[in-house]
């Protein structure tokens, strides 16, 4: 049997806090088996545009990707971000290899329509490299993920949610391996009391889940990352967690775990 | 029998012209067999670090990378301009993936002493990554390799010399596989003639090379080069061809081959 294979996404808020990343990579070290991290942005892409003289254009809280800044996202998350990461992983003992989409052809994806808004140089997801990624896998290494991917015609890079990016792992790989999808987020779980870090629900299958949404326990910004773990369950994946990054070393990740 | 492994260095002359850069990985990606591309930095890093205001000190013609600078060059060489190539590849039907040293261990170094001169966080090679590196030619796939290494053991990212990156990426992977270093530069070989382009002289062999350097045809800084070209022939090397970029297609690729 194929062993399982753990795809991990933190975000921004873990990228930004370097004790915190730094505690979140040597756990994420001394995980076992086959695994895979995909690591959001942070504020650093902002700070250097800023630095540089580049306005970040938003419209409705989500960033527009311009050329200028296009050119900012692709350094910081592919090279600053993604680089010091894998070399951080290197000295914890674990054979982290850093790539954005279009390495190995990993993610390709579609420029998103400028209608009814523009949001730039952003791609959605529309074809997985399971070739390259069972290379990498099976020789040992340990994929890093930018949140970078690209138009294989146009040979233009495409900036990309990071949730999303782990999702197209997470699905893609399930073609060929058992895949766990782990998302660290701020909170320890899905929480039947959100003013109650200890209320974590540690386990939810679909008939549950109809039930927390008719009881309003689970809403606003907790349903649309529900959906899309349902849906990932869907095409393929074992099952979705969602935890707190500090818990990955705990069983079950003291967390939130979404099954069939 | 092992088919040869292509190692083709191309520095910043190349990178800076993006007409040049995109006939060159035309070119590049039409190359039959396993090849191993690695890219200098250009003076786009330059440019972003006198946007940020820092200030680029250089000793003796060769830049100091201090912390910041550290920063920069990790952005664009690993980021911008090694994703950028990726892309462009990718489009052309090349599997590329793009790494550093740091990625898969690809390359470990040990930063410079800081005296007589301190360069900062430069690095200088000491182990190559043949696991990784016959782990991706293996797979079908296109190494694309940054100059920036790392140091196993502080996990510091090290700015090094794209040439010394692609003698150790010659060397290490002639231990497994016969390869052909190819450094791409300004002119179309070793010149017997400095003033004219035709003069190439298409291959040097060590006795040859005593009797160029005495001739005084072989001088100042193609001294190095040639030095440095004749030990990695030394150290498992097949053969070392030094060509201009616009070349690659030609048959010995137009330039000076150096062997046994």
Redesign the interface.
């Known amino acids: 049997m194929q062993p399982t294979v753990k795809v991990i996404k933190i975000g921004g808020n873990v990228v930004d806090n370097p004790q915190k990343l730094q505690q979140f990579l040597t756990d994420f070290a001394s995980l076992e088996g086959p695994k895979v991290l995909i690591h959001g942005g942070g504020k650093v892409a902002t700070a250097?545009a800023k630095?540089?003289?580049i306005e970040t254009q938003m419209i409705d809280g989500r960033r527009v990707t311009d050329a200028e800044t296009l050119?900012i996202v692709?350094?910081?998350?592919?090279?600053?971000i993604?680089?010091?990461i894998?070399?951080?992983l290197?000295?914890?003992g674990c054979?982290?290899?850093?790539?954005?989409g279009?390495?190995?052809?990993l993610i390709r994806s579609k420029k998103r329509a400028a209608t009814p808004v523009d949001y730039g140089f952003v791609g959605d997801p529309v074809e997985f490299g399971l070739?390259?990624a069972t290379?990498?896998l099976e020789?040992?290494?340990v994929p890093i993920v930018a949140p970078?991917t690209?138009d294989?015609?146009?040979?233009?890079?495409l900036n990309t949610n990071a949730d999303t990016v782990a999702q197209t792992v997470a699905v893609g790989l399930a073609q060929r391996y058992p895949v766990e999808l782990v998302y660290c987020f701020e909170k320890r779980g899905v929480l039947r009391d959100v003013n109650d870090e200890e209320s974590v629900i540690p386990e939810i299958n679909p008939s549950l889940y109809v039930q927390l949404k008719a009881e309003g326990v689970v809403a606003d910004g907790m349903l649309p990352k529900l959906d899309n773990a349902f849906k990932a369950i869907g095409a393929g994946v074992k099952q979705v967690v969602i935890c707190a990054a500090e818990c990955l070393t705990r069983p079950g990740y003291g967390g939130t775990t979404l099954c069939r």
Chains 1, 2 share one sequence.
Do not use: F, H, P
Request: glycine share 20%.
């Open positions: 250097i630095g540089l003289g050119r692709t350094m910081v998350y592919t090279g600053l993604n680089k010091n894998v070399a951080a290197q000295k914890a054979r982290a290899l850093g790539l954005c279009a390495d190995g052809a070739e390259t290379t990498l020789g040992g290494l970078i690209y294989g015609e146009s040979g233009a890079l």
